[in-house]
T-cell receptor
Framework: DQQVKQNSPSLSVQEGRISILNCDYT??????FLWYKKYPAEGPTFLIS?????DKNEDGRFTVFLNKSAKHLSLHIVPSQPGDSAVYFC???????????FGPGTRLSVLP | EPEVTQTPSHQVTQMGQEVILRCVPISNHLYFYWYRQILGQKVEFLVS????????KSEIFDDQFSVERPDGSNFTLKIRSTKLEDSAMYFC????????????FGPGTRLTVL
């Protein structure tokens, strides 16, 4: 039962261009969403969050968009840099709880 | 910058043995978590801990698992009788009180059960 899906296992983008990472969820009770990135041999690193009362949150090069009716969120990275190459996970929780359900991740490669 | 640390980085054990994975969360954090990631699979929530008790746990966190904060700095995950399928990366995370949903992860402990 995949409550959080990231249907693209990998994505390649040219340096300087926009990276768009997508995430879909099935549980309508999810109300808080996080994006993490993970480098090999390291733990996930928090990037950005969004609650269900918003449809957009921006932090520097990172913007997360939430479409509640479509149960879809996306992470935009502009401009993409080679150091952004990592696996990106979206995660969601119910009732602003601590039990985060993670997606399977998307491996982003930013090509110089 | 303060960070979450975990020891050991790699633990190898025989099936049926007990293991204790150790974490030192960031010092002023109050919420603590364990996650695991089986090789090639997604990160899975195990348990959250606040005020010296479990606040949430997943179906994975059965009776063979326990957590403890034995002193003011360490946060441990014990697996009583390891199984082959417990082989995974185990990540500890902690939250500052003010930003409850921004979790800071440690580098992980790779557990290999033979």
């Amino acid at each position: 039962d995949q409550q959080v899906k990231q249907n693209s296992p990998s994505l390649s983008v040219q340096e300087g261009r926009i990276s768009i990472l997508n995430c879909d969820y099935t549980n309508s009770m999810f109300d808080y969403f996080l994006w993490y990135k993970k480098y090999p041999a390291e733990g996930p690193t928090f990037l950005i969050s969004i609650s269900s009362i918003k449809d957009k949150n921006e932090d520097g090069r990172f913007t997360v968009f939430l479409n509640k009716s479509a149960k879809h969120l996306s992470l935009h990275i502009v401009p993409s840099q080679p150091g952004d190459s990592a696996v990106y996970f979206c995660a969601a929780s119910e009732n602003y709880g601590q039990n985060f359900v993670f997606g399977p991740g998307t491996r982003l490669s930013v090509l110089p | 910058e303060p960070e979450v640390t975990q020891t050991p980085s790699h633990q190898v054990t025989q099936m049926g043995q007990e293991v204790i994975l150790r974490c030192v969360p960031i010092s002023n954090h109050l919420y603590f978590y364990w996650y695991r990631q089986i090789l090639g699979q997604k990160v899975e929530f195990l348990v959250s801990f606040y005020n010296n008790e479990i606040s949430e746990k997943s179906e994975i966190f059965d009776d063979q698992f326990s957590v403890e904060r034995p002193d003011g700095s360490n946060f441990t995950l014990k697996i009583r009788s390891t199984k082959l399928e417990d082989s995974a990366m185990y990540f500890c995370a902690s939250n500052p009180r003010q930003l409850q949903n921004t979790q800071y992860f440690g580098p992980g402990t790779r557990l290999t059960v033979l």
